[in-house]
Nanobody, 124 residues
Framework: QVQLVESGGGSVQAGGSLRLSCAAS????????MAWFRQAPGKEREFVAA????????YYEDSVKGRFTISRDIAKNTVYLQMNSLKPEDTAVYYC?????????????????WGQGTQVTVSS
C-alpha cells in the first residue's frame, strides 16, 4: 500500500521560499506519476505540479510556472516542491498524490494515493 507523508510547510512572508517534501513508501514507483495539489479555505483542491517518476519530466499549473519546481530523489523515494517568490494567494494546504501511470493528469479523482497535507501560509 502506497503511503505518502508531506512535510516542510510553514508560514512565510510574500516573496519568500519554502521547500515541501513528500516521502513515499510501500512499493517502487517506476511507472508512477507524482503530483502536488493544494486546497485553499472554501475552495476546491487544485493541481499544482506533477512529475514522472521514471524520466523526471514535469508539468505545472500556469500560475506557478517559473516560481515552483517539482523534483524527485529516486534514492530517497521523495518528491519535492521548491516554492519561490511566494504570494498570499499561494496560501493553502498542500497535498502529495500518486497514480500508477506515466500519464500526467490534473484531476484529483485520477490519483489513487494521497498524503495528509501540509499547511503553507503566505502573509503580505
Amino acid at each position: 500500500q502506497v503511503q505518502l507523508v508531506e512535510s516542510g510547510g510553514g508560514s512565510v512572508q510574500a516573496g519568500g521560499s519554502l521547500r515541501l517534501s513528500c516521502a513515499a513508501s510501500g512499493r517502487t514507483f517506476n511507472g508512477y506519476a507524482m503530483a502536488w495539489f493544494r486546497q485553499a479555505p472554501g475552495k476546491e483542491r487544485e493541481f499544482v505540479a506533477a512529475i514522472r517518476w521514471t524520466g523526471g519530466s514535469t508539468y505545472y499549473e500556469d500560475s506557478v510556472k517559473g516560481r515552483f519546481t517539482i523534483s524527485r530523489d529516486i534514492a530517497k523515494n521523495t518528491v519535492y516542491l521548491q516554492m519561490n517568490s511566494l504570494k498570499p494567494e499561494d496560501t493553502a494546504v498542500y497535498y502529495c498524490a500518486a497514480r500508477p501511470s506515466v500519464a500526467i493528469v490534473t484531476r484529483t479523482y485520477q490519483y489513487d494515493s494521497w498524503g495528509q497535507g501540509t499547511q503553507v501560509t503566505v502573509s503580505s
